[in-house]
Each structure stands twice: as C-alpha cells, then as structure tokens.
C-alpha cells in the first residue's frame, strides 16, 4: 500500500539518523533487554513522528491495519511506540472487527510501555465507539494470556462516569489471587483511577475484597483514599 511505504519511509528518514547507541543501551537494559531500540528519548520521538505524519492522508482501516503491522514487525522498539500512537490518533477509522488486529498486536511483543496504550487509549475508543465489543473484554478479562487480561481490566480507565462499574469490578474481582505483577497492579491502577469519580464505591469495594485483593492492588487503589 503507498500511504504504508510512505508512513515507514518518512519515518525511516528521520528516525534512522537520529539514533543514539550509547541511549539505546541503556533503554534495551531498562526493558529488561526484550527489544532493540534506536535509543530516541520520548521528547524526540514525538517531535520526529509528528513531521513524519505531517501531509499523509487519512488512512483507510485497511491501511491503518497495515501500517500498525508493518510497524510492530520493525525490531526498534520505537517503531511500535510509533504504531501506538497512529492508531490512537486515528481512532475514529476501525470498525468493531478490527478488535482482533488489536489482539495480535496485544499478544506479540508485550510489554507494559506498548500494553497500557492499546488498551487505555485505543481498545477503551475502541470498544466506547463499538459498545457490543464490552463481551470481547469479558472474554479477555478471563484469558490465560495475562496482558488480554491487563487490557481488558484497563480499558475503562478514562471513562469516568462512564465506566461500567460491574464490569470493572467484576474483573478485579475474578482475578484478584492473579500471580502476575501486571495484573495485580492494574487491578489497583483501575481502582484508583476510578476513584477521583466514586471514591466511595472503590473504598466500599476494597473492603470487601480486601482477603482476596493483593497488597499491591490494595496498596495502589488506595493511594489517594
């Protein structure tokens, strides 16, 4: 697809000779050395990607799918920070079915920096826009694939007033003894987002569960309590 070849080919441009080995060292060893990085701080990527985006037109969701793909294929990790923030800023372009390009993208490659965008920016746009998609995140939110879960637990974390409480809390709730640290901790990062709107009901809801929630999901949901 042209509008792809012209997406990686501006960002090639700009990204490639802005590199730093000695950073990407040390931001390899921060991710625990699972990915490769070009060693570009936030600040730089940002300023670069956006003159990279600058002109392309709107994607088509085919394109989108494809530009996403091609992105997450690309061995720098900056490359699938990129992807991340393409797709959020066209979130107005998938349909419900493109829930399932999001699940390849959740399942490969996983790691918290690439996770918590997909599914507090993106999968929670997602499934707002395309409500019927709240029973993909029940099935996520029991998956034997941790980070499903961890999506599916954070997806309503900007939704506020909006938020579908019983599900929220149904989903701590089933995986309150999870063995993960990701998971317990987005359990209380969900409890405590929620909180600046119902403090009252995530205090309520800690008490309750409190034999069964973690001290690190009890310790974060009750952070500014």
């Not at 590199?19 to 625990?32: C, E, I, L, N, T």
């Not at 600058?54 to 996403?68: N, Q, R």
Request: hydrophobic share 45%.
């Amino acid at each position: 697809m042209r509008a792809m070849n012209d997406l990686l080919e501006r960002l090639d441009e700009r990204l490639l000779p802005a590199a730093d080995p000695v950073r990407a060292a040390g931001m390899a060893k921060y991710m625990k050395n699972q990915f490769p990085f070009l060693g570009l701080p936030a600040p730089v990527l940002q300023k670069l990607e956006k003159a990279a985006l600058t002109g392309l037109p709107h994607p088509s969701e085919d394109e989108l799918e494809a530009a996403a793909r091609a992105l997450w294929d690309r061995p720098q990790r900056e490359y699938q920070y990129v992807a991340c923030a393409y797709l959020i800023r066209h979130m107005d372009v998938p349909g419900p079915g493109f829930i399932e390009v999001v699940r390849d993208l959740v399942t490969t490659k996983s790691w918290w920096d690439t996770i918590d965008p997909l599914a507090t920016r993106f999968t929670g746009g997602l499934v707002r826009r395309h409500p019927a998609l709240s029973e993909v995140m029940d099935a996520w939110s029991a998956d034997d694939n941790m980070w499903l879960v961890r999506v599916a637990i954070l997806h309503q974390l900007h939704y506020g007033a909006d938020t579908d409480t019983d599900r929220l809390f149904g989903y701590c709730t089933a995986q309150a003894g999870h063995r993960d640290f990701f998971v317990r901790k987005a359990i209380g990062w969900a409890l405590r987002h929620y909180a600046r709107t119902d403090p009252d009901a995530v205090r309520a809801f800690v008490e309750k569960q409190r034999s069964a929630l973690s001290g690190l999901s009890i310790r974060e949901a009750t952070k500014h309590l």
